[in-house]
């Protein structure tokens, strides 16, 4: 990796990245690509794929102990399943041996924010992010640097987090293509319940309903609708119970939309089909295509 001149020195020149998959696999190609960063490390059990990573050109070294790691680096990044994040902070944190700004990329934020707010040592501050990228695939074969160009990452300060720690993990961000915004984490959770984790636990729902028998008959729409349930079903177990309350609230709404629709198909009322198919159709057009 090309070191940036002294002009262009980062504000985080080494970067630790715990889970080297696809959120922190693409995450390690833009810092190298875009020179956010001069030297990415990444951390991970597994030595055998670190290696791999490292010979990918993914990361430019690996590591399995993360408090060796954490002793070195400017920013860590954790990009491990939401219920393994908190003990993997304290444990880094614990380690770090130079100030060292801590954040993350899980799908909740509430109950991670929560416990981070305190407790750390005074060097460490933590900083809650969740960029809006992703896909079904895993693994870093499957990383892309521009994975988030023009992506939102949402950031989540809590009360106690210094104004500066969360303007540069903003830059950061910023620097890898995202647009940020600020939200509290029980605001981010609230919006993700709705946006993310209700439509995967519906896609999950729809796929597990077709008949074996049917499957060569499931073409573009049925495959559209059900892509993200191919995502890995332990992370989506520790995100829906992470974030249990509001995707409650959220499924509660949803149960009320099928409710209409069954309601009309029994009363065999078009005009009714007609009218909740029509504001579908408004919500989703407002979103675009992007």
């Given at each position: ?19 080297v998959?696809?959120i ?10 875009r ?19 490292c ?26 399943p ?79 987090t ?5 303007t ?10 995202a ?15 709705e ?12 796929a ?12 573009t729409?049925?495959r559209?609708?059900t ?41 065999n ?22």
């Amino acid at each position: 990796m090309t070191a940036p001149t002294a002009q262009q020195q980062p504000d985080f020149p080494v970067i630790g990245i715990v889970g080297v998959g696809l959120i922190g696999g693409s995450i390690a190609l833009a810092i190298r690509q875009r020179g956010a960063g001069q030297h990415v490390i990444g951390i991970g059990r597994s030595a055998e794929r670190l290696a791999e990573a490292c010979r990918r050109g993914v990361i430019d070294e690996g590591e399995t102990d993360l408090a060796a790691a954490a002793r070195r680096c400017d920013l860590l990044i954790f990009c491990t399943p939401v219920d393994r994040i908190v003990a993997g902070v304290r444990e880094a944190a614990r380690a770090c041996g130079k100030p060292t700004v801590i954040t993350d990329a899980g799908s909740t934020k509430g109950a991670i924010c929560r416990e981070l707010a305190t407790g750390l040592p005074d060097a460490v501050t933590f900083v809650g992010s969740h960029p809006l990228a992703g896909s079904e695939q895993s693994g870093f074969e499957h990383a892309s640097a521009g994975l988030f160009d023009k992506r939102v990452c949402v950031v989540t300060p809590t009360l106690n987090t210094p104004a500066t720690a969360v303007t540069r993990v903003a830059k950061f961000w910023n620097e890898l293509g995202a647009t940020v915004l600020e939200m509290s984490p029980e605001a981010h959770d609230r919006a993700l319940a709705e946006t993310s984790h209700l439509p995967h636990l519906v896609a999950a729902a729809l796929a597990a309903t077709l008949l074996p028998a049917n499957r060569e008959l499931a073409a573009t729409g049925f495959r559209d609708t059900t892509r993200i349930a191919s995502g890995d079903a332990d992370l989506w177990t520790a995100i829906f119970l992470g974030n249990r309350d509001p995707v409650l609230a959220s499924l509660a709404r949803f149960e009320g939309e099928i409710a209409a629709f069954r309601q009309a198909l029994q009363q065999n009322d078009a005009a009714g089909l007609k009218k909740l198919l029509e504001t579908a159709k408004i919500s989703r057009d407002a979103i675009g295509t992007a």
